[in-house]
């Protein structure tokens, strides 16, 4: 089959498209023929190593050199074939999934317990654009979070991946939702549910005077010492993501965010969607949020399978208006 394969530590260069092994899959696992995937600054980290701190930690993304070698961790498709004790599907069946690595090819073998059932209403690119960054939203939102019906949100970085859902599924929660984001924007994020939009390139959120129940913060833009300013003095501040930078961020503004914790009355937390697991029960939930229509992804641009670097450059220049996808 073919497969993008990353050589090493790099830019998108790295990555040969090239011939490889079809994955056999073990008997807990099935084969999916893989329809489409999205790209996530998740894949950019682990593409060029970076941060460099993220080198040390257990659980990184390789030391030496780059531990996965098939980048691509949003995937929908079609079940060709399932291992021996695989019970709940069966091939022909259209599935997505949160994968930690192998998206970036025409087939790969994923466990069953990673996998759900696809929107019912969705094609394979906008399937593929749900998973790392709704999830993310959802899990930021509704659990770090704890947002409840009638409170209000401020969501910065509101049109990009992540944002698109956001808006929608705080909506969905019953919240008021301020997104902030640049000129060109507003109006995407009006439309999908925003009742006020701040611009970044005019106003300041951290110095409007008005006061929020939750900040998702995804474009982590400002220390969170300032941040806080936009929030109530019981809210909560969910830190996201931030600048990429290439020593420590954005994993030091989002550490500092909880750093600042006993010495400010708000709740300070942060999510991590990769390690926060049970992501097939959250894709369960996307799924009826997007069946019921309350959530549908946003998608930018669709690149075909040959340019997936090209789609890297794009998406990590951090100005996409939705989701940036891949037809397989
Ligand atoms: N914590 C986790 O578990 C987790 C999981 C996934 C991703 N992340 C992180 O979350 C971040 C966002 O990911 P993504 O996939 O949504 O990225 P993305 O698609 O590139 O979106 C970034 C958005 O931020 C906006 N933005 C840039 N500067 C801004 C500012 N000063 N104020 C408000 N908005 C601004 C951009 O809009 P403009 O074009 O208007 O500038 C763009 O729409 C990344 O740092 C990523 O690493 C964290």
Redesign the pocket.
């Known amino acids: 089959m073919k497969a993008f394969v990353l050589r090493s530590y790099g830019s998108p260069d790295q990555l040969d498209l090239t011939d490889v092994d079809e994955p056999v899959p073990a008997d807990d696992e099935v084969l999916v023929r893989v329809g489409a995937t999205s790209i996530?600054?998740?894949d950019w980290?682990f593409m060029r190593g970076q941060p460099y701190v993220a080198r040390l930690m257990a659980g990184g993304v390789g030391l030496r050199g780059p531990k996965i070698r098939i980048l691509g961790c949003d995937m929908a498709g079609q079940i060709e074939a399932v291992g021996q004790s695989v019970t709940e599907f069966s091939p022909g069946d259209q599935v997505y999934a949160l994968l930690p690595q192998g998206g970036f090819a025409e087939y790969v073998s994923v466990q069953q317990s990673l996998l759900a059932p696809m929107p019912k209403n969705l094609s394979y690119e906008q399937a593929a654009a749900v998973p790392?960054?709704a999830i993310?939203a959802l899990l930021g939102l509704r659990d770090q979070g704890r947002l409840r019906p009638g409170q209000k949100v401020l969501i910065?970085?509101?049109?990009?991946?992540?944002?698109t859902f956001a808006v929608q599924i705080a909506r969905a929660l019953g919240a008021g939702v301020t997104a902030?984001?640049?000129t060109?924007?507003a109006e995407l994020v009006r439309s999908l549910g925003a009742g006020e939009v701040i611009d970044?390139t005019a106003q300041d959120f951290t110095r409007q005077g008005r006061r929020y129940d939750v900040l998702l913060d995804?474009?982590?833009?400002h220390r969170a010492q300032a941040s806080v300013r936009a929030l109530k003095t019981n809210g909560t501040f969910v830190a996201?993501?931030?600048p990429?930078g290439r020593w420590l961020q954005?994993a030091a503004r989002?550490f500092a965010a909880l750093a600042l914790a006993p010495l400010v009355s708000q709740r300070m937390v942060?999510?991590?969607?990769?390690r926060s697991g049970e992501h097939k029960r959250h894709l369960a939930t996307l799924t009826e949020l997007i069946e019921d229509g309350k959530v549908t992804p946003v998608i930018d641009r669709n690149y075909p399978f040959a340019d997936i670097p090209a789609a890297i450059r794009y998406?990590e220049q951090?100005?996409?208006?939705g989701?940036v996808v891949i037809t397989t």
């Open positions: 996530n600054p998740y980290h790392m960054a993310t910065t970085g509101a049109s990009g991946g992540i944002g902030v984001c640049s060109p924007n970044y995804i474009a982590g833009s996201v993501g931030g990429a954005p989002m942060l999510t991590d969607t990769v998406q951090g100005h996409a208006r989701k």
